[in-house]
Structure formats: structure tokens, C-alpha cells
């Protein structure tokens, strides 16, 4: 069950398409079976679609043949700008079924923006069956940077006043406004976020137990990230790192959320379920199709 009670869902006319928006399945090519491995979820990112992923099959395929491989292609290039509860709500519907197939359990892999939908689910979903949630290259922690998708969006903003935009009823309508953290507007942030701040604890709410509860039945946490990503800012926030008021970084074990567990990541820490993969010369765009990447942080969480 989608635990959302008590928060501010899109209006009604919006919901009302969801079930318009049927996932798209790109199952991974056929192959002799070898061995029985847990299904893997695909999660793009923002402006993205299945596509971006036909290596990362090819790559899963040679690897683990007999995958069940499920890329969701839903809210697909701009309609990844949809507000994200209305994007979790969307992908929630599409995977829960994969997961009630799969009682032993499933993978997600979980790009950029989608990174964010994928935590946020593994949040609301009372019995999710997640064994590895893979964050790949994800901003987990916001975004606070000047990018090309920042500009093109909002071309007469930088990220210096684009709060003015983001902790506005209506700028919280853009999914990239959902996870703006200006650090030197801590209190505004707190406020406005209907998004990210909620999925942090950082802001009291009716779900934070049932919430924290159900994100850590999550097995593993893997975060992937690195310095030449070139998107992600800072790119520390991959894995729970992320500015301080005088935009000095601090690491995930320095972070208020960490601190006081507020929705669990000292306690997966704890128990030895956070694995970090940082890799330097990647880019944003590449980090899906990288064979190096993927065999050395993703490959061996696909039991």
C-alpha cells in the first residue's frame, strides 16, 4: 500500500491520468537459463526514457542470462517534469505487480532524478520486496547547481535566486524544484519542500515512523556517484553528502538526517547494508552505459 496520507497530492485532473500511463516493458533478450536471479526494475531519470538503458541490458543479459529486466517507461522526457509524489504514485502502481511476482525478492536500478522516486517508494510501499536499491548517480541529498537542464528550464534564474522560483507553490509543481536544496535558505527549504524534506524526516509528517519503517526493509543500499559527473551538484549528494551555509561539503556521517536516523540510513550503515561506488571520469550522461562502472558497482548486487 502506498502510504501517502496526509500529504498534498496534484490535483485531482492530473491522478485521473495515471491510469492512462501503462509501463512499458523492454525485457532483456532471451537466453539459456543458467540460474534463477531476482527480477530487476529500471527507473529513469529526468528527461530520459528506456532507451537511454539498451546497454545497460545487453550488459545484465551477458551477465546474469535469464534476467527478467522491466525498464518503466513512464513520464517519459518532459513529463519527467511532473511533480514527484504524482511520479511515485505512477511508478508504485507499475512495480507493485512485478513485486508480487517475485516473492523472493527484486532489484531496483534507479538513475538521477528516478533515484528519487525509487527512495521515496521504497518509503510508501508498506510490504515492498527490494533486496538492492541501486542509486545511480542520484541526488539524494538536492541539487544545487547551474546545469543545462537548470537553464534551459528556467533561463532568466541562476541558482542563486532560483528559490524564489522552487519554494513557490508553484514552482513545487517541477519535479526538479522537488529536490532544490539552496543551502543559505535552510528555513525555506524546510518549509516549501513537498518533496524532499518529507522523504528526509528533515520535516515533521503523520508517516515519518511508517516510513522509516518500511525503507529499511531495503537489503542494500548501493550509491553510485562521482567528481566528473558534471550534473550532480555537489556530486557528494550521490552518496548523502552535500553543502553546509558556507557551501563547504559535508559527508553523510556529518548530516543532521544521518545524525538522528531520521528515515534510517545510521541504522542500514549499522548493519553493513550502504555500499558506496564512487568513480571518477564518468559523466552524467554515461554512467547507465559504462561497462567498467557496471561491473565493478553493479553487477555484483544483482544476485
Known amino acids: 500500500m502506498l502510504g501517502l496520507r496526509g500529504l498534498r497530492l496534484p490535483p485531482a485532473g492530473i491522478l485521473l491520468l495515471l491510469p492512462f500511463l501503462q509501463p512499458r516493458v523492454l ?6 537459463h543458467r540460474a534463477s536471479y531476482k527480477p530487476v526494475i529500471v527507473v529513469h531519470g529526468l528527461f530520459d526514457s528506456s532507451y537511454s538503458f539498451r546497454h545497460l541490458l545487453e550488459y ?19 513529463e519527467s517534469l511532473r511533480p514527484l509524489w504524482e511520479q511515485v504514485q505512477g511508478f508504485g502502481e507499475a512495480v507493485a505487480p512485478i513485486m508480487a511476482k517475485a516473492p523472493e525478492g527484486v532489484h531496483l536500478i534507479c538513475y538521477s532524478q528516478g533515484g528519487l522516486v525509487c527512495r521515496a517508494l521504497l518509503s510508501v510501499m508498506d510490504e515492498h520486496n527490494v533486496d538492492s536499491f541501486i542509486s545511480l548517480s542520484s541526488p539524494q541529498m538536492g541539487q544545487y547547481g547551474d546545469t543545462d537542464y537548470l537553464k534551459w528550464l528556467f533561463p532568466t534564474s541562476m541558482r542563486s535566486n532560483l528559490y524564489r522560483i522552487c519554494y513557490s507553490p508553484w514552482g513545487q509543481e517541477f519535479s526538479i524544484c522537488n529536490y532544490w536544496h539552496d543551502p543559505h535558505h535552510d528555513d525555506l527549504y524546510l518549509n516549501a519542500s513537498s518533496f524532499l524534506a518529507l522523504i528526509n524526516g528533515e520535516r515533521d509528517h503523520p508517516n515519518a515512523t511508517a516510513w522509516r519503517k518500511n525503507f529499511l526493509r531495503v537489503g542494500r543500499l548501493v550509491l553510485i556517484g562521482g567528481p566528473d559527473d558534471g550534473v550532480i551538484t555537489p556530486w557528494q549528494s550521490s552518496f548523502f553528502g552535500f553543502y553546509d551555509a558556507n557551501e563547504t561539503v559535508l559527508e553523510m ?8 536516523d531520521s528515515f534510517g540510513l545510521k541504522t542500514l550503515l549499522a548493519r553493513g547494508a550502504i555500499v558506496r561506488c564512487p568513480m571518477a571520469g564518468i559523466s552524467h550522461t554515461a554512467w547507465h552505459s559504462n561497462r567498467t562502472l557496471y561491473e565493478a558497482c553493479i553487477e555484483p548486487w544483482l544476485s
Not at 64 to 72: I, M, N
Not at 253 to 260: A, D, G, T
Open 27 to 32: 525485457p532483456a533478450a532471451p537466453a539459456p
Open 60 to 78: 545484465i543479459n551477458e551477465t546474469h542470462p535469464g534476467t527478467v529486466v522491466t525498464v518503466l517507461d513512464l513520464f517519459d522526457g518532459r
Open 253 to 260: 556521517e556529518e548530516q543532521p538526517v544521518y545524525l538522528r
